[in-house]
């Protein structure tokens, strides 16, 4: 349910010394958001929106040197955006928010992810997708580049129902 997948590659446009055939430099997917948690919310206010955090990034997002969601809004924004299925059988697909997995960058990310934006801005609307959102999973050594490229930190949580 969460199709289309779709994304891009780079290669090394020479074989290396060690290698016959070109190297990948990075990939890119991008799919539908899909999860599979009837608790899952996107909620920046909740206390354990950032719970997980170590404490160097949660003292750079109380000095402001990271770009978070600080008052909630876009969460509420996202969460407000339309979803279907259930948890048990496709998931819970968000079809206005699209995923994207960079892995691999190595010096091309930058590219990878312009490419994908541009792409997500350009596709048409259909039954299955219209795109307003695009999400990702950064690590904490990622962050840095992510925000320069526009993309704002939002929580997301899903609590143990019994």
Same mark, same amino acid.
């Given at each position: 349910? =969460? ?6 590659? #780079? $290669?090394? =446009?020479? *074989?290396?010394? @060690? *290698?016959?055939? $070109? ?7 991008? !799919?539908?958001? !899909? ?5 899952? $919310?996107?909620? %920046?206010?909740? =206390? %354990?929106?950032? %719970? ?14 990271? #770009? ?11 969460? @407000? ?7 048990? @059988? ?20 930058? !590219? ?6 541009? $792409? ?9 997708? @219209? ?7 950064? !690590? ?11 993309? #704002? ?10």
């Amino acid at each position: 349910v =969460d199709d289309p997948i779709w994304g891009f590659i #780079v $290669r090394s =446009d020479k *074989a290396s010394a @060690n *290698a016959s055939a $070109r190297m990948m430099q990075g990939f890119i997917t991008v !799919t539908t958001f !899909t999860n599979w948690q009837a608790s899952f $919310r996107w909620d %920046s206010m909740h =206390d %354990s929106a950032f %719970s997980y955090d170590d404490v160097e990034m949660a003292e750079a997002m109380a000095s402001k040197e990271r #770009v978070f969601d600080e008052d909630g809004s876009l969460a509420a924004e996202i969460q @407000n955006t339309v979803r279907l299925g259930d948890p048990w @059988n496709e998931g819970i697909v968000w079809p206005q928010i699209a995923e994207i997995s960079l892995l691999g960058g190595l010096g091309c990310g930058k !590219t990878l992810l312009s490419l994908a934006i541009e $792409r997500l801005e350009a596709m048409p609307a259909t039954a299955q997708h @219209n795109y307003k959102y695009v999400v990702l999973q950064a !690590t904490s050594n990622s962050i840095p580049f992510y925000e320069s490229m526009g993309f #704002v930190r939002v929580g997301a949580v899903t609590e143990n129902q019994d």
